[in-house]
């Protein structure tokens, strides 16, 4: 029986990247996933945004993480894969009315990252398709990343290098060995195991003491009559609308906390439906629904580290609504404690902070 020095459970964007990076630093890994069965990856608009909303809140660590994923996004496309999924661009917030222009002047007084966001005029290109009356204010740094292309693409990288399974791993069949203190997963043996499940993480007997709050989202498609010439950037008032080519755009997302279902619902079309007549003035058609299970948690920090009880069992999950902005960051973080055991895991993200639920559940 041969030893790998990692398998990693799950390729949504947390196992891709993760795997990637490990094998850059030429580690024995293997990928392994089911399928994408329940792949919160394949449905995300892949946003990267740094300052979002009317209170211009700064994603976590977005100093850190931002120049490192453009940069990263840029070296993967560039240099590894050979092809494009990384999208540079900005976020243009429109201003409701002259009192939310107001507002948001004088919140801006107390940006403490003034150079990531400007304001506009109104921009006359735009006013026949949008509702652009008194202008926005834009994030700049921002980027989408064609999610389905990429995850695609990794499946194809570690598959021709034969780092990849096509299955559905069965916790059950884990075994430990006591003399080497490996695992034993049918005929190979793992010196350490990464789970990096999504959602699914609910069905690991390892990992499923950690309090997530899944949250359901749902995202359209639409197709425009006439393509927008000057509509390159993202936009965002309620919802986003993002540019993805060929005169069509990702429009959503909604939230539910109580419908965990992974199917589409007419509600919720209806829901982003409703926000986008309210932009947009052009007609378009809607040429896809998609659903999808969001693995965020209760204090909205990812869940990385070791296991309480197993120093060769780790978890990467819990990216929520930030996952492609957060992992290549993050990962980096982790690797670095992985292999060189530095305390570079942030305090937040680390499951530490939630070991008393483990003893408790193991009381
Ligand atoms: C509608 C919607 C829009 C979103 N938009 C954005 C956005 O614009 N920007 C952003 O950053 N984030 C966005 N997100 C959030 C983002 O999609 C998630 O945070 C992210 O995809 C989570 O990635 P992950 O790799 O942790 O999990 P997943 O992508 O769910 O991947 C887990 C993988 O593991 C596999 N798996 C699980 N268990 C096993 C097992 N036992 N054996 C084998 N395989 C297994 C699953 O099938 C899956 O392929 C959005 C989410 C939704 C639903």
Not at 134 to 140: E, S
Not at 214 to 240: H, R, S, W
């Amino acid at each position: 029986m041969t030893t790998k020095e990692y398998l990693i459970v799950g390729q949504g964007v947390a196992g891709s990247l993760l795997a990637f990076m490990l094998w850059e630093k030429g580690k024995n890994i293997t990928l392994i996933d089911n399928a994408h069965h329940t792949c919160a990856s394949k449905v995300a608009a892949g946003i990267c945004n740094a300052i979002t909303g009317k209170r211009f809140t700064k994603t976590w660590l977005a100093e850190e993480v931002f120049p490192f994923l453009h940069h990263f996004y840029q070296h993967l496309e560039n240099n590894i894969l050979n092809t494009k999924f990384y999208y540079p661009t900005q976020t243009y917030y429109p201003f409701e009315d002259i009192q939310e222009q107001n507002t948001i002047f004088a919140k801006s007084e107390q940006l403490t990252w003034k150079e990531q966001v400007s304001f506009e005029a109104p921009d006359k290109a735009l006013e026949p398709y949008l509702q652009n009356t008194y202008g926005g204010w834009i994030c700049k740094g921002a980027c989408t990343i064609d999610t389905h292309h990429l995850l695609a693409r990794f499946k194809d990288f570690f598959a021709e290098k034969k780092l990849y399974l096509q299955d559905q791993l069965d916790h059950s069949l884990l075994k430990i060995d006591n003399n080497t203190n490996h695992w034993l997963y049918k005929d190979q043996s793992y010196q350490n195991i990464i789970f990096c499940e999504g959602t699914q993480i609910q069905k690991n007997p390892f990992f499923n003491y950690l309090p997530f709050k899944f949250v359901k989202g749902e995202i359209i498609t639409i197709e425009l009559d006439t393509p927008l010439e000057n509509f390159t950037q993202i936009i965002n008032k309620g919802i986003f609308i993002a540019p993805i080519g060929k005169k069509q755009y990702k429009v959503g997302a909604t939230y539910n906390w109580d419908d965990l279902s992974w199917q589409n619902t007419e509600q919720a079309k209806e829901e982003i439906e409703t926000k986008l007549k309210k932009i947009l003035k052009t007609p378009y058609k809607v040429i896809a629904q998609e659903a999808g299970i969001r693995p965020a948690t209760y204090d909205r920090r990812p869940f990385i580290g070791k296991h309480p009880q197993y120093s060769n069992l780790w978890v990467f999950n819990g990216f929520g609504t930030k996952a492609f902005s957060l992992v290549p960051y993050l990962a980096t973080q982790f690797i670095e404690h992985l292999l060189y055991n530095k305390n570079t895991i942030p305090p937040e993200a680390n499951i530490e902070r939630v070991k008393r639920l483990f003893l408790e559940k193991n009381r």
